[in-house]
């Protein structure tokens, strides 16, 4: 199975501020990375699929890139609503992997 | 407006089964793939399984801790996915999503719905 490790695991940041989310694979998944958002008591949403193409309605402060096995998401202007954990997925081969979350905080 | 209703989850002894449905709108499902996903209490996120559509052979592909357990299937008819739970293990404690899947990411994603295997 393809591992998927994301750093960090937790973040702290400012309404304003952009940061940047890694995800790194254990083996070469070209660009089949996604990205989900997932706020608390809430159902996951797409942000990113294949690395860098945003998902419908998603707004263009997040943005996505990387390839072969090493992988960031940046969310620029941070929100009150992008305060969240963001989740890195693997679409290159079952299992479809996910990576363990990182949990975006208000500093 | 894609929807996704899940419905069927509750409390389980270990052994048990249960099945759960996922209901869709909003887009042409008979042409969708179909997936499970599911949320531990307070943990990250675990790929189930997949449904493609019947066109493609409704073909199923699962994860590897629930492979014989569990069985995906759709009834186009229904506009709705299934997922039966056999053997149910205290570790299948969770909230199970469906979602609509694109080649293997997914786009969109019902509410979810608990199930919780209990003694």
């Known amino acids: 199975d393809i591992q998927m490790t994301q750093s960090p695991s937790s973040l702290s940041a400012s309404v304003g501020d952009r940061v940047i989310i890694t995800c790194r694979a254990s083996q070469n998944i070209n660009n089949y990375l996604n990205w989900y958002q997932q706020r608390p008591g809430k159902a996951p949403k797409l942000l990113v699929y294949t690395t860098s193409s945003l998902h419908s309605g998603v707004p263009s402060k997040f943005i996505g890139s990387g390839s072969g096995t090493d992988f960031t998401l940046t969310i620029s202007n941070l929100q009150p609503e992008d305060f969240a954990t963001y989740y890195c997925q693997q679409s290159y081969s079952s299992p479809y992997t996910f990576g363990q979350g990182t949990k975006l905080e208000i500093k | 407006e894609v929807q996704l209703v899940e419905s069927g989850g509750g409390l389980v002894k270990p052994g048990g089964s249960l099945r759960l449905s996922c209901t869709a709108s909003g887009f042409t499902f008979t042409d969708a793939w179909m997936s499970w996903v599911r949320q531990a209490p307070g943990k990250g996120l675990e790929w189930v399984g997949r449904?493609?559509?019947?066109?493609?052979?409704?073909?199923?592909d699962y994860a590897a801790p629930v492979k014989n357990r569990f069985t995906i299937s759709r009834d186009d008819s229904q506009n709705t996915v299934y997922l039966q739970m056999n053997s149910l293990k205290i570790e299948d404690t969770a909230v199970y999503y469906c979602a609509w899947t694109g080649l293997s990411w997914f786009a969109f994603w019902g509410q979810g719905t608990l199930v919780t295997v209990s003694s």
């Open positions: 449904i493609i559509s019947k066109a493609g052979g409704a073909t199923t």
